[in-house]
Structures are given as C-alpha cells and as structure tokens.
C-alpha cells in the first residue's frame, strides 16, 4: 500500500528509506543475540498481542513474529476487515477480539503493541499497565501534556517495560550524528533547526466524503471513541498518513512526523524539557474534509540553545535536502555550532565549516552500539528488565514539546513551561487545556497525573 505522497506506509524499513525529572531508565542499546539462534522453553516465550491492525500495527507484529520465542496470542480491532487476516495468519495461538479491554483481560498475554490512532494511546497504555503488560506504543505517545506525564508515571508505578515507536531513532545515521555532536568539534551549538514538508495543497484529501454511515464490521462509536464524534469518512481510516489530516485524531502533522526528527537533537544534545513553546500557523490553504493545520512554526527555548520546527503541507522546498525539483516529502535537521553547521536527515549527514575552524578535527570513533532494530530491542528489554531506548522517561522529553506546541497553535500565545515542577506557568486556561476532557464514558485515569 503507498501513499499519496507514493511512499509505502506499511514496511518501517521501507519508511525510514523513504523519507528529566522521573526518567525512568537512559536509554539502553543491546546487541541482539540474546534473541537470535536460541532455543526457548515456554517459559521463556514472550506472548505477544496487537491492538490496532492496520499497516503499522502489522508491521511492528510481523516484525517481532519473525522471532522464534515471541508467540501471537492476541489481536484487536474495531474493524473485522482488518482484524480477521491478522488472526488467520496466527491461526491457531491468536485469538480476536473487537474491544482493548477484553483482550487485556487473557492471561497468556505478556506484551502488546500499541498501534491505533493518536487518540487511543493514553487510555490503552494506562490500561495495559494496570493490567501488566508490556508495551511497544506507536508514535506520537500522546497528544496532551496531561496524557504524556500519565504514560510515563503508569509505565513506573507498574514497572512495565515501554518503547514509544520512533523506529528511526534505531538507525546508524542517527548514532553517527549523536557522537559527531557529543565529541565538540562544532563547538558550542546556539540553534537547532528541524522541518518537514510536503505539498497536498489546495486539495488536501479532497472534499465531500463524509457519510453517516460506516463500513459493515466496523464499529465506528469505538474507533472514534474518546474523541469527538464526528461522520464516517473513508479518506480518515486508509491509514496513518490520513489521520494527520484530522486534529482530533492525531493533533496534525508536528505530533505525527516530529517526533522522528526533533528526537535526534534532544538525544544528542541530551536537551531535557523546553522552558518555552511558541507557535504560529494555521489552516490557510488546504480546503477538504480535514480540519488540521496546513502550516506550523515552533520555537523551542531551552536554558543555552533554542530550537525551531517547520511544518509546510502546502510546499515541498527542502533546503539542502532538495535534491531535484520534484514534489515530494522532505525533512532536515541542522545544529549551528560555532565552528561549524552539521545537516542531516534520516540517511546522511554533512559538516558545513566556519571557514578554517575545524581543520584538524577528527571523526569521533564510533561509540554507540548498532540496535538489533526498534521492535527487536524492546523484545530483549522485556527478557533482561531493562528500559529501553525510547521508554517514556525519556520520551516525553520529545513528547512534551510536540503537545505544548500544539497548544500553544490552539491558544495563539507562548506556553511557558517549569521543568522541575513539569507544569505549565501562568496560564490557567492552558493549564485546564493540558489534560484533555474526552467524550464519554471515557476518562483519563487521574491517579497517573
């Protein structure tokens, strides 16, 4: 399956091609033997679930069924279009199910992959962790500020082991960037520029599609569930490239792309939360059945740097990371030292230097050890106990700044931010915004804020 933009949304190999305060662990790279070329007793067999399967739920599963000690024993979906292939496949170990609740109850269950909209996570990550079970939880963790702090405290309170799905994070281009940062030969860094872009303008997904009525299989109350209800579009539930389309269901474009990208500089840099989010954009060119923003700009500030994210659906210039005319999807990153400027996006980086500064400098050895792969890691912090690279101790370092950007879009004014107390300062309005009041009977677990 491609799409629009002709990428495939279905293979995260393919993908990655195309295109603080009560931490819980720092991130933790392993080598992968402790999974391959082992015979495993039952005892030893992670059984593993799947809620939400659609390309990336299946994706992420299949990629972690390629393992001989991880077992299929559990699959949910709304949608019996999507839910029954997966069973049929694990025909024999897996049984489905139609609603995350029912399907947290089994007992041969030890871990789940996490992969419905946005608008889920919160409330099905609390509820896995109450229920015990691990948990690989797609991107964006959340897309309220309420709902990113209570992951992170329900994953500590129960000891859960969680990897947030920021699969480029696994990448070798990312490690080299992180040790050519780290050894100083830029020098010290004032700004960091991160961007995404892409052209659906004007068009956007196009028009007229709502209908009152949903697929046959589909129980359409629950998909929407938490959120506000709205008509069936076919357009919303293709796959995850349309939900950024919707603001109810993913909080657009910055929480559905950024976290891939703003990732690699808070990861170097070892950034912890911003002390102020300002935002400005808007939907000003798209007109179709979506309702997100076309057009986002963010300015991070931390205590010695400040860092800036560019979200464009409407234009497809990519700066350095051109490379034709074409319209096609594009993102970049650059960090601004004083020697030098380093430019890099998900394949290859380039050190641009202040004229002589850098002569002499040396490549840093590498440091960082390969990852077996994103899902792979997960499965052996599940065995050893260990947190894994992208736990949310450590994500919502990522997470927090992609929420207060959005809410800062909402509101038209600067959020400021107090990292020691992780509360906003002086806004009462956004702070009564940060957690999210959602369509009933649903609530946010209040016990994990």
Not at 68 to 90: G, H, I, M, Q, S
């Given at each position: 399956m491609k799409s629009k933009t002709g990428h495939s949304i279905l293979s995260r190999r393919q993908f990655i091609k195309a295109t603080g305060t009560a931490a819980i662990a720092a991130p933790i790279i392993m080598q992968s033997s402790i999974l391959n070329g082992q015979n495993y007793a039952p005892s030893d067999r992670i059984n593993l679930g799947v809620i939400g399967c659609g390309?990336?739920?299946?994706?992420?599963?299949?990629?972690?069924?390629?393992?001989?000690?991880?077992?299929?024993?559990?699959?949910?979906?709304?949608?019996?279009?999507?839910?029954?292939?997966?069973?049929?496949?694990?025909?024999?170990?897996?049984?489905?199910?139609?609603?995350?609740?029912?399907?947290?109850?089994?007992?041969?269950?030890?871990?789940?992959?996490?992969?419905?909209?946005?608008?889920?996570?919160?409330?099905?990550?609390?509820?896995?962790?109450?229920?015990?079970?691990?948990?690989?939880?797609?991107?964006?963790?959340?897309?309220?500020?309420?709902?990113s702090l209570a992951v992170r405290n329900a994953v500590k309170k129960h000891n859960i082991i969680c990897q947030v799905g920021t699969q480029i994070h696994a990448s070798e281009n990312y490690r080299r960037v992180v040790?050519?940062?780290?050894?100083?030969?830029?020098?010290?860094?004032?700004?960091?520029?991160?961007?995404?872009?892409?052209?659906?303008?004007?068009?956007?997904?196009?028009?007229?599609?709502?209908?009152?009525?949903?697929?046959?299989?589909?129980?359409?109350?629950?998909?929407?569930?938490?959120?506000?209800?709205?008509?069936?579009?076919?357009?919303?539930?293709?796959?995850?490239?349309?939900?950024?389309?919707?603001?109810?269901?993913?909080?657009?474009?910055?929480?559905?792309?950024?976290?891939?990208?703003?990732?690699?500089?808070?990861?170097?840099?070892?950034?912890?939360?911003?002390?102020?989010?300002?935002a400005s954009g808007g939907r000003f060119i798209i007109k179709d059945d979506g309702d997100a923003y076309d057009n986002h700009e963010v300015i991070m500030r931390y205590p010695k740097l400040t860092m800036t994210w560019m979200q464009s659906s409407t234009n497809s210039y990519g700066?350095?990371?051109?490379?034709?005319?074409?319209?096609?999807?594009?993102?970049?990153?650059?960090?601004?030292?004083?020697?030098?400027?380093?430019?890099?996006?998900?394949?290859?980086?380039?050190?641009?230097?202040?004229?002589?500064?850098?002569?002499?400098?040396?490549?840093?050895?590498?440091?960082?050890?390969?990852?077996p792969g994103h899902e792979l890691e997960w499965l052996q912090c599940i065995k050893t106990r260990q947190q894994p690279s992208c736990n949310p101790g450590y994500h919502v370092r990522v997470d927090v700044p992609l929420v207060l950007s959005t809410l800062s879009l909402k509101l038209g004014r600067s959020i400021r931010f107090d990292p020691e107390k992780e509360m906003i300062i002086g806004d009462k309005e956004a702070s009564a915004l940060a957690i999210p009041e959602y369509r009933a009977p649903w609530k946010l677990d209040k016990d994990y804020l």
């Open positions: 390309g990336l739920g299946k994706a992420s599963l299949f990629e972690c069924a390629s393992q001989p000690n991880v077992v299929v024993t559990a699959a949910c979906d709304v949608w019996k279009e999507r839910l029954d292939p997966v069973v049929e496949k694990f025909k024999g170990t897996c049984k489905g199910y139609t609603d995350f609740r029912e399907m947290l109850l089994q007992k041969d269950l030890d871990a789940v992959i996490i992969a419905t909209p946005a608008h889920w996570h919160a409330i099905i990550a609390i509820a896995a962790c109450k229920a015990g079970k691990d948990i690989y939880l797609q991107k964006p963790m959340t897309m309220h500020l309420g709902e040790e050519l940062i780290r050894s100083g030969n830029l020098g010290d860094i004032g700004t960091v520029r991160t961007f995404f872009v892409m052209n659906e303008g004007p068009k956007g997904i196009g028009s007229g599609n709502n209908t009152p009525n949903a697929p046959k299989g589909m129980d359409w109350d629950m998909w929407v569930g938490p959120a506000r209800m709205q008509p069936f579009n076919p357009n919303l539930v293709k796959d995850a490239f349309y939900h950024c389309f919707w603001m109810d269901f993913s909080g657009g474009w910055t929480p559905g792309m950024a976290p891939h990208i703003i990732d690699l500089p808070i990861w170097a840099l070892d950034l912890g939360y911003p002390t102020e989010v300002s700066f350095d990371f051109l490379r034709g005319q074409e319209s096609r999807r594009r993102l970049g990153i650059y960090f601004h030292g004083v020697n030098g400027t380093l430019h890099t996006d998900y394949d290859n980086h380039v050190i641009l230097p202040e004229g002589d500064r850098m002569i002499g400098m040396e490549t840093p050895p590498k440091s960082i050890a390969p990852s």
